[in-house]
């Protein structure tokens, strides 16, 4: 009968083994349960998350094009439609360098243009600005030079080709 009660044990005991391998068997299958649908939350909380941070930087990116279009005639439109298909082509770079979609020579250059880009655009608009202090300033000089007439000397001594003095010269300019 000794051997009746230690089969009987044994099968207790395999039993029990079965049970507890059956319950952590559970646990692992309520635990993947868990970690796919973790992973899908994850996922769709990233994804509304990439969505909203790109339509952030595009209309952030929409804003700034504008503001340099008003700004900057590299971007701003005109009438000309090769300028226009030029200002597209630019505005399409910056947009690929922003999203990450252009070529990585391009995204390490663009930090340090951009560096660059605000002094020589504040340099180009300070040249213009002088030019055009010289611009006016010729203008009104030229209007206002006094315009010589010739004397009554000048109709005795006239002078054909080229002056032989600077006198001549003068003469010359004022016929």
């Known amino acids: 009968m000794t051997n009746r009660s230690e089969g009987g044990a044994v099968a207790s005991q395999f039993l029990s083994l079965i ?14 349960v868990d970690y796919r649908s973790t992973a899908a939350n994850l996922q769709a909380e990233e994804q509304a998350e990439y969505s909203a941070t790109s339509e952030t930087i595009n209309k952030n990116f929409d804003r700034v094009s ?3 279009a008003n700004k900057i ?4 439109k005109g009438d000309d439609e090769d300028h226009n298909k030029e200002v597209e082509r630019r505005i399409s770079a910056a947009r690929n360098i922003i999203q990450g979609n252009a070529s990585q020579n391009e995204m390490m250059a663009a930090p340090f243009l951009a560096v660059i880009a605000k002094e020589a655009v504040d340099e180009n608009a300070k040249l213009k600005s002088e030019l055009a202090k010289y611009k006016a300033r010729a203008s009104q000089q030229a209007a206002v030079e006094p ?3 010739r004397g009554s000397s000048d109709n005795d001594t006239e002078v054909r080709g080229k002056p032989k003095s600077a006198m001549d010269a003068i003469r010359s300019q004022l016929r």
């Open 147 to 149: 315009r010589i007439s």
């Open 19 to 32: 049970n507890d391998a059956d319950s952590k068997r559970n646990a692992l299958e309520n635990a993947l």
């Open 73 to 76: 005639e590299w971007f701003r």
């Open 66 to 68: 504008q503001h340099f």
